[in-house]
């Protein structure tokens, strides 16, 4: 088939690179446009953009497919293009209608979760985050509504219970593009049989903020343990911040100690906010880089009874 590809992070990369090492046809791929990043505000090409580089795929970065001189060009150039089908993966841009409409097979998405749970921008931390035990890939015929479309192809997967989102990420961008692979055959073979989102079962995953990821210890650690794997956590210690990368729940509890109080100097262990103890195992000191628990408590003395400040 005929086929146009549109997405812009990582996540999208697998996708992109097994359509382009596939039977079908890549005519073009859109994608985000560069940012500038770092102290010299360099401007950065997407992993999408740079991933199609390497296998020579014309790229094309408008900054909106709704409204402007871009939106008409893109429009125009869609249509002598004439694709059988669009795919989309984590673009970051809405389609309007006129492009839904115009491939002959419509457009699909590989979307991050087992629709129609977790529909919007960040399901992967939001699984996390709500302590899911189960996700997974979702394809979906493309509509108008927010990730509201027709399924097509599902395929779960198992979360660890000490899984982060950035391994999750990994795992669920790498089945994204088994499962795009398996609904374009699909598609070419007539066998797909959509089946339509029940709405009443769905949930949304909004954008992360900085804010969330603040660790309040009269959470229970079960909880505090999610928003480290989900979105990685932070707390004040002796007046500096402290990232936590990792942690596990490592089933102690104490009676006595106040929430966030450390209460093993060992291994680093705090108490939560429903008595269990919560083990952080991978951190990073303002200004430092990020390290084990192990190499951090080599060069630094906790003392048992220090509290974490709740003021983040």
Not at 33 to 41: A, L, V
Not at 139 to 157: F, H, V
């Amino acid at each position: 088939m005929k086929t146009i590809f549109m997405g812009t992070p990582d996540f999208a990369v697998p996708c992109l690179k097994a359509l382009a090492e596939s039977s079908h046809e890549v005519m073009a791929v859109f994608t985000q446009p560069d940012k500038p990043k770092g102290r010299g505000y360099k401007m950065i090409p997407t992993p999408v953009k740079t991933a199609a580089a390497e296998y020579d795929i014309p790229v094309y970065q408008p900054l909106s497919l709704r409204k402007g001189d871009d939106a008409e060009e893109s429009m125009k150039l869609l249509r002598e293009l004439a694709p059988d089908i669009i795919i989309v993966a984590a673009y970051g841009q809405i389609l309007p209608k006129e492009v839904l409409e115009l491939p002959k097979y419509g457009c699909v998405n590989i979307h991050a979760s087992l629709l129609p749970k977790y529909r919007g921008a960040a399901p992967i931390n939001w699984v996390i985050l709500n302590g899911e035990k189960e996700t997974g890939i979702t394809s979906m015929q493309m509509g108008e509504g927010l990730d509201t479309g027709d399924m097509l192809i599902k395929r779960a997967t198992e979360i660890g219970e000490n899984e982060t989102y950035q391994e999750l990420y990994s795992r669920l961008s790498d089945m994204g593009a088994e499962v795009l692979m398996d609904t374009l055959s699909a598609i070419e073979n007539g066998t797909l049989t959509p089946e339509k989102q029940d709405d009443s079962l769905t949930c949304y995953s909004p954008m992360i903020t900085k804010e969330m990821c603040a660790l309040d210890f009269n959470k229970s650690a079960a909880e505090v343990h999610n928003t480290i794997r989900g979105v990685t956590g932070f707390a004040m210690l002796d007046g500096k911040r402290l990232k936590i990368f990792a942690s596990s729940l490592t089933g102690k509890t104490s009676a006595d100690a106040a929430n966030g109080e450390i209460v093993d100097t060992a291994s680093f262990d705090v108490k939560c906010g429903d008595g269990q103890i919560i083990r952080f195992l991978e951190v990073q000191p303002e200004g430092k880089k990020r390290m084990k628990v192990s190499d951090f408590l080599r060069g630094n003395k906790l003392s048992t009874g220090k509290i974490f400040n709740q003021e983040v």
